[in-house]
């Protein structure tokens, strides 16, 4: 239908198929439909027009001079849509079958590769190529579509973006050389102490930086940055200053959680994704692995 004299696809589909077939009826049988719905489609559309596409007569059905210079603009809109459904297809059903997720140094292709394993398991027609990012490259890559997946934490927000948490680690805290370390440590006791952090690469200084904003306490941070976790153990261990790490990341340093009132302080993972740009059917069946599986695969309560 028209509406408010809008030309829709229906009607321009309608009029290729009555200008190939000669009929209304003939074009409502190809096209499914009955034929008033045929002329009245077409009735609208010679009314958004102002001009008759048709010359109806009880024995023809012919173009009329406006309906001849129209036709060839329909057509060429009905083949751009037929170009756009196939490329559409395509895009869900691509012959090679890729997910490229980026990932941050945090996470590690490894720990990753356990999460993903039952899927990979499941769908052996589908290769997972991993790509190490620095936080900014992860986003940009995700905005550029030179990834399909991003793995990280504290990644942007916005509206075409979905997100699934992967799993939350424990932060502690690595005191420096001589500082006895309790059972766990907060905010406060580590904002008397110089902190040496990395250089945001990995998004764990940003999201340390966060915390202390977040409890309006300082952050004493040391100048110099370190290239790897193992640095910043070395470097408390030096006595430059304590580090916070994730648990998972702690090779041998002395160490106590983190913790607020509330508990522990958790530092999330998230998958991040387009949504407007994550069509093909693996991909959403890779996204509902990641809503369902994961999680249980998290908290052991399926097996992998």
């Not at 069509?279 to 069946?285: E, G, S, T």
Request: hydrophobic share 40%.
């Amino acid at each position: 239908m028209a509406i408010n004299g809008t030309i829709t696809i229906p009607m321009l589909r309608y009029v290729a198929a009555v200008a190939a077939r000669g009929s209304f009826s003939a074009a409502a049988r190809e096209c499914g439909v009955s034929q008033p719905t045929v002329s009245n489609a077409i009735g609208l559309l010679e009314e958004a027009l102002g001009a008759r596409v048709f010359e109806r007569t009880t024995r023809t059905l012919t173009l009329t001079p406006a309906g001849e210079r129209l036709l060839p603009m329909v057509q060429g809109v009905m083949s751009a849509l037929a170009d756009l459904e196939r490329e559409a297809g395509a895009l869900k059903r691509p012959k090679r079958k890729l997910l490229r997720i980026g990932f941050s140094q945090l996470l590690g292709a490894q720990r990753l590769g356990l999460l993903f394993e039952p899927f990979v398991r499941q769908h052996p027609d589908v290769e997972i190529i991993y790509k190490e990012c620095s936080q900014g490259d992860m986003e940009g890559r995700l905005d550029e579509s030179t990834v399909d997946i991003v793995c990280g934490t504290g990644l942007g927000r916005a509206r075409n973006r979905a997100r699934q948490t992967l799993y939350e680690d424990a932060l502690h805290w690595v005191p420096p050389s001589g500082v006895t370390v309790g059972s766990h440590a907060s905010l406060r006791d580590v904002a008397s102490r110089r902190v040496v952090l990395t250089d945001g690469s990995c998004g764990l200084a940003p999201a340390v930086r966060e915390l202390f904003a977040q409890a309006r306490l300082p952050l004493d941070e040391y100048a110099g940055h370190a290239r790897s976790y193992a640095a910043l153990e070395e470097w408390a261990e030096l006595g430059i200053g304590g580090a916070i790490l994730p648990a998972s990341h702690i090779r041998k340093a002395h160490s106590a959680p983190l913790r607020r009132e509330k508990g522990p302080i958790l530092l999330r993972y998230e998958a991040v994704w387009r949504k407007d740009l994550l069509v093909a059917l693996h991909a959403k069946a890779f996204v509902g692995y990641l809503r369902t599986v994961v999680p249980r695969l998290v908290h052991g309560t399926t097996r992998s």
